[in-house]
């Protein structure tokens, strides 16, 4: 088994994640299992998110996680229109699931509401 892991400051800059697709390219006959981190300031988005119960900080918080991730695919998909529609269309599927957990939160005791949110930086950075 092949793992390669990157951190949240492993993704951060375009040039970072320029030299992270050459080292997976290089990997990929070793079929590698990619880890990846939130965005930095994701997490802690996310968090605030999980105790925020006024609608109007739920969409600010929202309206932030999505930037980020907005900036960051303008940044590394540059000329891939297909990549980038492709990052795009994964991102506002977790920002979609994110939205319905939070509205079926009554469902789930507040720390697995906490920890299934938290989840979503991670899972949102590897589109």
């Known amino acids: 088994m092949f793992v390669m892991k990157?951190?949240?400051t492993s993704v951060a800059k375009t040039e970072s994640v320029a030299a992270i697709k050459e080292l997976v390219?290089?990997?990929?006959?070793?079929?590698?299992?990619?880890?990846v981190s939130a965005l930095s300031g994701i997490t802690d988005l996310l968090?605030?998110?999980?105790?925020s119960v006024l609608?109007?900080?739920q969409e600010n918080l929202f309206g932030?996680?999505?930037a980020k991730h907005d900036d960051w695919i303008q940044r590394i998909?540059?000329?891939d229109e297909v990549s980038k529609e492709a990052a795009f269309s994964v991102v506002n599927g977790y920002l979609s699931e994110l939205r319905q957990l939070l509205h079926g939160h009554s469902f789930i005791n507040q720390l697995q509401?906490?920890?299934s949110i938290a989840s979503f930086g991670e899972r949102m950075?590897?589109?």
């Open 55 to 57: 609608e109007n900080e």
């Open 113 to 115: 509401l906490h920890d």
């Open 47 to 51: 968090v605030k998110l999980s105790s």
């Open 6 to 8: 990157f951190g949240g």
């Open 77 to 79: 998909f540059v000329d």
């Open 25 to 35: 390219q290089r990997g990929l006959a070793k079929q590698p299992i990619l880890v």
């Open 64 to 66: 932030l996680i999505f």
């Open 125 to 127: 950075s590897s589109a």
